[in-house]
Structure formats: C-alpha cells, structure tokens
C-alpha cells in the first residue's frame, strides 16, 4: 500500500472525480493561501465532500490547472482536475487551511469487462440522445478509467460520484453507472411524454 502524504484540503459540498474539471471560486484567505502553496511547490491538494460537520473519508487529488480571472480583493477564479482518489487519514497542523496524511487509492486487479464498458458506452449515448437530442460518444480515456471519464462529463448530484469515488473496482462503477444513466433517461422520456400529454390531462404511469 502507498505511504501516506501530507497534502492541504479543500473540504466543500461537492464531489471531484479523476479527470474531471471544475471550476472554483477561491475567495477565502486559508484557501488563497492554498493555492498559493500548490501552485509554488507544484504539489497536489485534496478536495473532500464535507456536509455540515461530516465530512467524506475518500476524497479526491487535484491540481490547480488554470486562473481564469483574479480580482483586485484577491479573490481567484480557477480550474481544478482531479487526479486519483486518495483516503483521508489523521489531521496535520501548521497550516492556515485544513491539512491531512492521505493515502492514494488503487484499484482491485480483475478481469476484463468489455461486455461492461460497451453497455456503458451504449447507456451514455442514449443518455445523451435523451439528454440534448443528439448522440455524443463517449471520451476514450487515456489516463483515467472509463467510469470516471463518463460520469466526470455528466452532471450528477454529490451523492452518487461520492459512490464511484468509493469503489475499488471497475466493474462496479461500470454497473454504477449503467444504473445511473438508466434511470436518467428513463426519467427524462417520462417528464417529456407528461410534458407532450399535459394538455389533454393525460397521465404518465412511474
């Protein structure tokens, strides 16, 4: 198992998967300060879904990619992408933002799964054909495993990339994932025939 690494944390109500951009607005002095130190040493930190007072126990590595703007108050638009996800261990202190020893987090070794991923692949394009009324093939990682390459191009709620951030084999993401992209297009058609019939108050069955 890999060595833990002290590494600077970014707890927020959201969820970063490996690959995945997003943008951030870093407004705060201690999470200035964390983009400060990163960007110097050139050193990753951790983004961790924090509700409330809990906080997740697998996060994810990331890097500050790009500024995109910086305000005269000292307020920084970026863009951060994930790297791999990494549990979080025991608190450090001497540093004005949050800070803990993290380990890296590796995947179980498996078999192949191609029936899996060309069920995804096929899942996603239907997603997207429900989603935007065009077919968008999937991104063909080179870095990162499908599962997170798909879902980091989806819009989805903390809780289920939460869930992939947390297993340890592809195979189950994959499934995670057919489920998720399942149940969303399904939804859509369902919100659009209601949408289609409302006018002659017909119903939709769920």
Do not use: W
Not at 40 to 53: G, I, K, S, Y
């Amino acid at each position: 198992m890999p060595e833990p690494i002290e590494m600077g944390l970014f707890p927020l109500d959201m969820v970063l998967l490996p690959g995945e951009p997003a943008p951030m607005h870093l407004f705060e002095p201690r999470y200035r300060q964390l983009f400060a130190d990163c960007s110097l040493e050139d050193r990753p930190f951790v983004l961790v879904r924090q509700e409330e007072d809990r906080q997740a126990k697998v996060g994810c590595s990331a890097r500050f990619e790009s500024v995109e703007k910086r305000f005269e108050d000292g307020r920084l638009a970026v863009i951060v992408r994930g790297l791999e996800p990494v549990a979080i261990g025991d608190e450090t202190d001497g540093n004005l933002y949050f800070s803990a020893n993290v380990t890296p987090l590796e995947d179980e070794v498996e078999a192949e799964h191609q029936d899996l991923l060309e069920q995804a692949a096929a899942a996603y394009r239907q997603f997207a054909e429900d989603a935007i009324g065009e077919i968008r093939e999937p991104p063909q990682p080179e870095t990162v495993a499908s599962s997170y390459a798909m879902a980091g191009t989806i819009d989805l709620a903390p809780e289920p990339k939460q869930e992939l951030l947390e297993m340890r084999r592809e195979s189950d993401r994959l499934k995670k994932l057919i489920e998720i992209l399942s149940g969303a297009g399904e939804s859509m058609k369902r919100a659009r025939v209601a949408s289609e019939r409302a006018p002659t108050n017909g119903k939709v069955s769920h």
